[in-house]
């Protein structure tokens, strides 16, 4: 039975993370783009996605969006892993960089977030994300503000 974000109100950004990596919490984006988290630990995530003619632009190759949305997802979850039970992120700036392009025969792409620095209200992290060949497809750098957040 899947967990609902209501139910880790008590729960740290580490433990959230850590339910999505066993399958208790979904992310919808995830199941739409066909990409999932496969390792966790704190400040740091691994993606593993598989690009599909689903998410190619007119010009025959994948969207730039569906990096920018696994590098993005990648930033955000490294910090996520990493806050208080009192704390809450967004996104506040994210740039990203592509190397090499992506095709239906890329997969599985892995994208990897890291966690840069931390403070008190703002965040930087940076995600790489590779092809099945292990070349360097895209990558990014993200600034994130920290907030205190009120739980009921």
């Not at 890291?114 to 060949?133: C, H, N, P, W, Y």
Request: with cysteine; glycine share 10%; net charge negative.
């Amino acid at each position: 039975m899947a967990v609902v974000a209501s139910d880790l109100t008590g729960v740290d950004g580490l433990a959230q993370v850590q339910a999505i990596l066993r399958g208790d919490l979904k992310a919808p984006i995830g199941e739409t783009l066909a990409f999932d988290l496969i390792e966790v630990e704190r400040g740091r995530v691994v993606f593993e996605g598989r690009p599909s003619r689903a998410v190619y632009n007119p010009i025959g190759s994948v969207h730039g969006g569906y990096a920018a949305t696994l590098l993005d997802t990648a930033c955000g979850c490294a910090v996520h892993s990493t806050l208080e039970v009192s704390e809450g992120f967004t996104t506040l700036e994210l740039k990203v960089a592509y190397h090499r392009g992506l095709s239906d025969t890329s997969g599985p792409v892995r994208c990897e977030g890291t966690i840069a620095s931390r403070g008190r209200r703002a965040a930087f992290a940076e995600a790489r994300l590779v092809d099945a060949q292990g070349r360097l497809c895209a990558s990014a750098t993200s600034t994130l503000m920290i907030f205190q957040v009120e739980r009921s």
